[in-house]
C-alpha cells in the first residue's frame, strides 16, 4: 500500500513515518466498532468504542485517562501535564457515529472499513473518528520523540451525533479539570487537498419532530377518502408552506435575531475558491435552489435554513394496501447563524406550526436537540499557530472559510470554560459524512497527523 508522507524534517515526522501503517491499522480498528449513539441497540459497541479510545490514549502517554459515565453514553478523559506555566490545548473529538441507514446504497458494509483509490470508507472515517485520531497520533508522536511543547487534554465524548446534552453537564461539573487556554477541534472540512482552508465560524442547530393525527386509526381509502382529512396531504401542505416563494423560511420572527454580514465581509468571503458547476456536477443535479439574493456558497454558510430530514406514515411496505392513514411524521432541522438562538427559534416553530394545523388534525412538536452558531477569531495565537502549521505542511497559507455544519458544543465551550475553539479540520464536504459511502483520505489523515505538532509547536511559541 502505498502512503503518502509529509516532509519527514523533525524527530516527530520521522516517528510518525516509522509508523504510518500501524497508524492506519489502528483507525481502522477503531471503525469497526459501530459505536452509533442514537440507537439503543448499539449501546454496548458505544461503550466499547469508548473503552478502545480509552486504551489508546494510555498507550500513546497520556495521564489521568478515565472513562467518565453519564445518564448517556460516556466521555474518554486523559491528559499530560508537563509544566503547569505553559499553555494548555484541550483537544475535543466524538467517537459515536450517525446511523448508517440505508443500508443498500452502501458499497461495502459500513463497519468493515476499507481502502480504494486512497479513501477509507467506512461510517465515522471523517466524522469524526479519523479526525479525533489524528490528535491521538500526533500526541504520541510528540511523546515519543520528547517533542510536546505544552500541555494537553484530551475530551473525546460518545454523543455528538445526539445533541451533547451530557457532555454539558460534564463540563460545568469539571470546570476546574477542563481548565485550559484554548480548544482544539477537528471535525470540520478543507476546501480541497491541494487548497487548505480554517473554519472560523459554523451554524446553529434546532432539530425536531412532528406528528400529525387525523382519524383515531387507519380508513378503508375507499370507504372514507374524499370525506377525512389524510394527515399526509396535510403534513405536505404544512410543511410546503414553511417557505415562501423567494426561499424564505415563511415563520414570523425566524429572521429578527439574523446577524448580516457586511458587503466587504461578503467580499472576503467569496475570496474562497469555489466552482459550482463542479459542485453541481459531483451532487448529480442540474440548478441549484435557495434563498434569493444569495450565492449558493453563502446559503450553504452564512444563511439560516430550514430542512425536512425525513417523512413517513401509512403504508410504505411491498405491494399495495389502500389505507387513509391516521398519523404522518417527520424530522425537520434549522440551521441558525448569529444571532439566533436554539430555544427561541425552537419556540417559534412550534407555536407557528401549531397556529397554521388546520382544524381536522391534531399537531406535536417533539424538540430533539439544538446549539448555538460560533464565529471564532482569526487574530488569535491560536488561530495564526493553525495558519503556519497548515502552510508548513501544505505549501500554502490556509482561507478562512465558514462553514455550514453544527457542533453546539464549540459556543458551549466559550460560555463554561471561556475558551475560543480553533476548527482544524482535515477533511472535505465530499466526504459524505451522515450518508452512505462515508470516506476519509489516507492522505487527510495523514496530513493532519503532520500538521498537528508543529500547530503545539507554534501555539507554544505565541502564546507565551
Known amino acids: 500500500m502505498s502512503l503518502t508522507a509529509a516532509p519527514s524534517t523533525t524527530a516527530t515526522d520521522t516517528y510518525i513515518e516509522a509508523n504510518k501503517e500501524r497508524f492506519l491499522s489502528e483507525l481502522l480498528d477503531l ?208 410543511i410546503a408552506s414553511l417557505h415562501d416563494a423567494d426561499g424564505r423560511v415563511n415563520i414570523p420572527g425566524f429572521y429578527d435575531a439574523v446577524a448580516e454580514l457586511s458587503a466587504a465581509e461578503r467580499k472576503a468571503l467569496a475570496e474562497a475558491p469555489f466552482n459550482e458547476a463542479e459542485w453541481m456536477k459531483d451532487l448529480g443535479i442540474n440548478a441549484v435552489k435557495g434563498e434569493k439574493g444569495y450565492t449558493t456558497d453563502e446559503r450553504c454558510t452564512i444563511r439560516p435554513t430550514l430542512d425536512v430530514n425525513g417523512i413517513w406514515g401509512g403504508y410504505t411496505g411491498e405491494g399495495a394496501k389502500t389505507v387513509l392513514p391516521s398519523k404522518a411524521f417527520a424530522k425537520l432541522s434549522m440551521r441558525l447563524v448569529p444571532d439566533q438562538k436554539s430555544d427561541a427559534i425552537t419556540k417559534l416553530f412550534t407555536d407557528h406550526f401549531k397556529k397554521i394545523a388546520p382544524p381536522y388534525v391534531k399537531v406535536e412538536v417533539r424538540p430533539h436537540h439544538g446549539g448555538e452558531a460560533a464565529v471564532t477569531p482569526i487574530d488569535s495565537p491560536a488561530y495564526q499557530a493553525a495558519s503556519k502549521a497548515m502552510e508548513e505542511t501544505f505549501g500554502k497559507k490556509p482561507i478562512p472559510t465558514r462553514g455550514g455544519g453544527s457542533i453546539p458544543i464549540v459556543a458551549l465551550f466559550e460560555a463554561e470554560l471561556g475558551l475560543k475553539t480553533v476548527l482544524f479540520g482535515f477533511g472535505l464536504d465530499s466526504d459524505n459524512i451522515h450518508s452512505p459511502n462515508e470516506k476519509y483520505g489516507v492522505f487527510n489523515y495523514f496530513k493532519g497527523i503532520t500538521t498537528i505538532p508543529r500547530f503545539f509547536r507554534h501555539y507554544a511559541e505565541l502564546a507565551q
Not at 506555566?85 to 473529538?93: A, D, I, M, N, R
Not at 461539573?173 to 482544539?184: H, I, M, S, T
Open 31 to 238: 471503525l469497526r466498532i459501530p459505536s452509533v449513539s442514537a440507537d439503543p441497540k448499539y449501546k454496548a459497541d458505544v461503550a466499547r468504542c469508548a473503552e478502545a479510545v480509552s486504551a489508546r490514549l494510555k498507550e500513546a502517554g497520556a495521564d489521568k485517562v478515565e472513562i467518565c459515565p453519564t445518564k448517556g453514553h460516556p466521555i474518554v478523559y486523559g491528559e499530560k501535564i508537563i509544566d503547569p506555566k505553559k499553555p494548555t490545548v484541550l483537544v475535543y473529538g466524538h467517537y459515536d457515529v450517525q446511523p448508517p441507514d440505508p443500508l443498500n446504497l452502501w458499497d461495502s458494509p459500513p463497519f468493515e472499513p476499507v481502502i480504494k483509490d486512497g479513501l477509507i470508507y467506512a461510517r465515522g472515517s471523517a466524522d469524526d473518528k479519523g479526525q479525533f485520531f489524528m490528535h491521538v497520533k500526533a500526541f504520541e508522536a510528540m511523546m515519543r520523540s520528547n517533542a510536546l511543547p505544552c500541555n494537553v487534554k484530551f475530551m473525546i465524548e460518545g454523543e455528538e451525533e445526539v445533541g451533547s446534552d451530557n457532555l454539558g453537564l460534564f463540563v460545568k461539573a469539571n470546570k476546574e479539570r477542563l481548565k485550559a487556554d484554548v480548544v482544539l477541534i477537528s471535525d470540520t472540512a478543507m476546501l480541497a487537498n491541494d487548497v487548505p482552508s480554517i473554519n472560523t465560524g459554523l451554524r446553529g442547530l434546532s432539530y425536531l419532530e412532528v406528528e400529525v393525527t387525523g382519524p383515531n386509526r387507519d380508513l378503508h381509502s375507499g370507504v372514507y377518502g374524499g370525506a377525512v382529512a389524510n394527515p399526509i396531504n396535510t403534513l405536505c401542505a404544512m
